[in-house]
T-cell receptor
Framework: DVKVTQSSRYLVKRTGEKVFLECVQD?????MFWYRQDPGLGLRLIYF???????EKGDIPEGYSVSREKKERFSLILESASTNQTSMYLCASKAFFGQGTRLTVV | GDSVTQMEGPVTLSEEAFLTINCTYTATGYPSLFWYVQYPGEGLQLLLK?????DKGSNKGFEATYRKETTSFHLEKGSVQVSDSAVYFC????????????FGKGTRLHILP
């Protein structure tokens, strides 16, 4: 079975902190994605990567960056966390999703 | 651009009832189609998929058939259980568009005992 693992299920961070969300997949997939999910807004694509060191902006990249140094790992970075980034964050490797990270910024 | 439209919820059914959740899509290419299920507080689980016209995806009693002529991928189950209560998302992806997944808005399903 494909396994996509996100490093944390729940996180609480303070406004202004730099936040790292990690995602690891074990299927040697090239394409990986970060989404956020908010009530009433559905799932929105933040960034995606189709190869090591390659990244592309999704629909809502503002306030985020990503890192893909190794094929199996795709990190989402909140440079300076803000309360409007409180959300559920979902990582995907092709069509397979991790369990999600619920981030609360206080 | 590509899009997915699914029936709005919530859908409330009694246990053992027949389930249909409608999904239609718009795509310029030849997408793969998916149904995902999300339980409260959890991530998305891939329920089933179909990659070409007339394919039928099935899993855990759920089925959906890729209908190119009607651009539809309706989810069905013959006899639902209380444990099927969740949010269901229809989605598509196109390998010519970097496999980005485009989601419908989701349908919340409540099954009453």
């Amino acid at each position: 079975d494909v396994k996509v693992t996100q490093s944390s299920r729940y996180l609480v961070k303070r406004t202004g902190e730099k936040v790292f969300l990690e995602c690891v997949q074990d299927m040697d997939h090239e394409n990986m994605f970060w989404y956020r999910q908010d009530p009433g807004l559905g799932l929105r694509l933040i960034y995606f990567s189709y190869d090591v060191k390659m990244k592309e902006k999704g629909d809502i990249p503002e306030g985020y960056s990503v890192s893909r140094e190794k094929k199996e790992r795709f990190s989402l970075i909140l440079e300076s966390a803000s309360t409007n980034q409180t959300s559920m964050y979902l990582c995907a490797s092709k069509a397979f999703f991790g369990q999600g990270t619920r981030l609360t910024v206080v | 651009g590509d899009s997915v439209t699914q029936m709005e919820g919530p859908v409330t059914l009694s246990e053992e009832a027949f389930l249909t959740i409608n999904c239609t899509y718009t795509a310029t290419g030849y997408p793969s189609l998916f149904w995902y299920v999300q339980y409260p507080g959890e991530g998305l689980q891939l329920l089933l998929k179909a990659t070409k016209a007339d394919d039928k995806g099935s899993n855990k009693g759920f089925e959906a058939t890729y209908r190119k002529e009607t651009t539809s991928f309706h989810l069905e189950k013959g006899s639902v259980q209380v444990s099927d209560s969740a949010v269901y998302f229809c989605a598509l992806s196109d390998r010519n568009r970097d496999d980005k997944i485009i989601f419908g808005k989701g349908t919340r399903l409540h099954i009453l005992p």
